[in-house]
């Protein structure tokens, strides 16, 4: 058994950087004052931003974030199960898959924290379901939930959005937005054929305030609202060079071109939403899921690159979550159904990385085969509330979620 | 004339007593947007000739027309290709977590993962997709839009989820129930869902037995179907979870409604006030008994055919007429579509059309030939109502919940695109029974043709570009799933007796465009994709491991007639091809055979409509169109009446009924 146990990386930026200030003071020299480890500087809100990378389909965390020295992990998946000799080692119990090697430098150098077995009570094992309640933060409601969770942020937030004055709240490229779903938050959906965000945008006809009929007047306001949005990505976005297209895109390299040709641009957005689809792999696990594993890990290495470029990876968090998890013991057609739990990544310049959490037993699943969460998803909705953005009021440890003990800046 | 026609249309209501021919009331013949309103409220959109033809009508006479058309049968969708082939393979074998109370009912179980139940599983997928398209036709279709408008409404609330319930056959049983009975008798409706084998899986009521109580259908029933919260006690519940006992689902045999009569519970059960609460018809009786139970369905209906503020009083004064009626539903329907309430002009524009009320009205409203009422199956998902799958059992959204900033951007994309293949389902009216065929769909990214050819026998016959590829390359999740387009080759000019078809997509170096092949057909002969060979040019990535027919790169799909005769041994390709790896394609194997055009003689517009603006001839196009005003400018200067048309229904006000 030769797992090569990682020297603790955590020789983190901050340590280094109070050594070099130390240094500095003790000979005399001016120190420029870095911010102190962990606070949340006041403008947060407008110098720091989140990008949400969901894993469609329910990505299937054991191999992901692999438990090699569990020998339930082998009992368990005894063909889809990975070699050891194969994995990249994270600690004395955990591996990452052997495609994610990218991603393993970013370990290495502290950039990533792992949050292990993130889930929720009475776990819902349906796609939309599940994707509604990681959307909307509301396990009850999922599907019949009003408000997203970014959009119970920003309206909780009213004044500090309102004081940063975005262009956008957030800006997603798929999916209907439901995680910004609330009133007043513009959204700005992006696609690869940008002339709608460039085009002058629709005049309205009449003042929406002289309508009669609360829903007339409401939708006047929407259609107010994305007419402001649009105007202000175009004045940002018209005159400069528009996005270098391949004769063939995948979907994500559209998102990460024109999230790359917005904050490049001085797009202000706190909030950037990707997907990447493919992930319910009820059959031929370890090709499919390699190859998915591959395409995470170019994904994450070329926002990274591109965000250094930018002088922004250390203002950026990524975080990478999946609407649920997969079973622990594989199908009879070398995959796995759909599960529960998962590991959430949470990626940075500035991130505390390390694993984070604790594990979920292989041993005690619920009665579906599942394994129990350990870390409400919520909770890390709750870090980035107060401890990315710095603000106010958190509606998730309102709701008794408290941030994780994972320092973000 | 007109004193003497004043004369005639005077059938004074009581509320009309006092006010003779001035004010809004039931002596006037109807304004345009007065037969829209009540069009659109009652129904899917209001096409041009639907408004012409109650426009001599007053309100009472257009009321009483429209409900007279309930009791017209659409004679039209033959009914969904799979209930042909009777089957009770049924989902629960796959393991739902009924233990023990399976066990009690006999419910077969099987092990999780084989590939036998994961075929069963694309099966039913398929099923209820043939499901949609029927109901989505009718919909479409229909003499009497009222009657599928109440049961989209009532299957809403006596909700059941196919997620839940895995028989597509039950989801089909269940709305011909509702269809049924849903524009009659409250009462009668009640009776026959309480019974339903879909509802009784759904809310686990078909495992609810002594040993084994479960409360979950009598508990919904009172809080959702019949009474609503705070209107009954979890004793009540108990007692009807007792009195349900034992009401099944005949597992082992056809699925249908089975008393278990070793489960009944028939002692003298206290329940809502009395205290001889033995059967359910004893509780269904009890039940209605209540005066809030014709309260809570009045409210119900109020809110979504009225407007969304419920008047208590105008819902009191509703309820009682349900509730003395016996529950029928006419009488009620036609006190609250002739109240004041409804066509006072406060109320106009406040309700909000749901994602199949917005695609349905928009083809029905426009008369649009759907080359593929699929589409609208697709798109309705999209936009979150996909049928028989309610968020959950309390049903669908209402309202201004269905609008957000997001959902206005994307609703206004799918009718855009179904308003742009409107060209695509005129070309499936002019085929003739021999034609020579070809059933397509494409993609693209940006503004690039997407150009196919047939060649018969090696002669090209024709070159074409798809109408109304979907901008899905590179969009990702946000895509819906192209619409399809029919290629038509009038026969006279093709050989004889032709030995070969070739359909030849072809795509210039940097363009991003693809092109999906479903089938030909030939002399009434359809030939699925999957017959034939496909070559793709020399130096292209693709290979064949890419399901037949989805060109993503150019090439020929080669039909040889001959070959495929013989290797068919003269038999046509089978009714439902269940080919489970292909359901999350592109091409519909199991569509095949279905009917080309469903119907296009009972469409409204009958022969074919030409010019679209046309048929508004005459009526002021805003008021006929939008319940309020435009929310957006209208394109300025000379516009071609088809580009006005689009800027209102891209007008966020056209999602207001």
Redesign the interface.
Known sequence: MSIRIVANTMLTRRRALAGIAGMAAGAGFPVLAAPAPGAVPVDALRTKRLIVLSL?GGNDGLNTVVPVADPLYRKLRPTVGLPERKVLPLDAMLALHPALTSTMQMFQRGELAIVQDVGYPRPDL?HF?SA?IWESADPQR???A?SGWWGEVVMQNRAAFDAAAFDAAAV???????F???RG???M?A???VSALLAAP?????D?RA??????R???D??A??TDAQARFARRLKHVQPPH?R??????D??IQLTDWFLTNGVTTPLIRM?L?GFDT?SELLARHGALMAVLDRTLEDLRRRLCAAGLWDDTVVLVHSEFGRRPAE???GGT?HGTAGPVWLLGGRVQGGIHGPRASLENLD??GNPVFCTDFRRVYATVATGLFGLSVNPFADRGHAPLPVRLV | MYILTCITRLRLSAACAATLAFSSCAVQALSADDARHLLSRTGFGAAPHEIRALLPLTREQAVDRLLTGLDQAPTLAPPPAFLAEPTNEYLPRLGRDYLPAAMAVGLPMLNLGSAEETALTHRGMQEMEQLRVWWLDTMISSPSPMAERLALFWQGHFTSKYFDVLGPRLMYDQLQQIRAHGTRNYADLLHAMVRDPAMLVFLDNAVNTRHTPNENLARELLELFTLGTGHYSEFDVKALARTLSGHSVDFGGDWRYLVREGELDTTAKHFLGRDDVRTLEDAERVILEQPQAAVFVADKFYREFVSPDADPREVARLAAVLRTGGYELRPFLREMLLSPAFWASENRGRLVKSPVELLVGLVRTFGIAMPDVGMLAEDSRLLGEDLFEPPSVAGWKRGMAWLNPQSLGMRSERVTAIWSCRDAGREALRAGADDLLVRFSAERAGPVPVRLGVRVDGVPVAAAQARCPAESIGAGQAAGKPGWDLLRIPRKGLPAKPHTIDVVFERGAGEQANLFINWVQLDGKRIPVYLSDIRFDAGQPCSAQVPKGMMYCPGVAHFDIAAIEAAQHGMEPTLLDRRYEHVNSIIEFATTRLPLVLRPAARPSGELARDIAEQWQGLPLPQAVLPVAPLLAAPAGAVEPDARLESLLLDPAFNLK
Do not use: C, K
């Not at chain 1, 997603?172 to 439901?178: K, M, P, Q, V």
């Not at chain 1, 629709?202 to 009449?206: D, E, K, L, M």
């Not at chain 1, 309508?211 to 007339?216: C, D, F, V």
């Open positions: 469609v349906s379901v509604a999922g599907l019949s009003e997603t490229f798929e999916s209907s937005g439901a910004a779903a609330g938050v513009p959204l959906r696609r690869q054929d629709q005049a309205a006809s009449i929406a309508l009669t009929g609360e829903e007339s409401a939708l006047g929407m259609v609202a994305r297209w004769p063939y895109e995948e979907a994500i559209v998102q997907t689809g009820h199908n009879g057609h159904d009665a579906a």
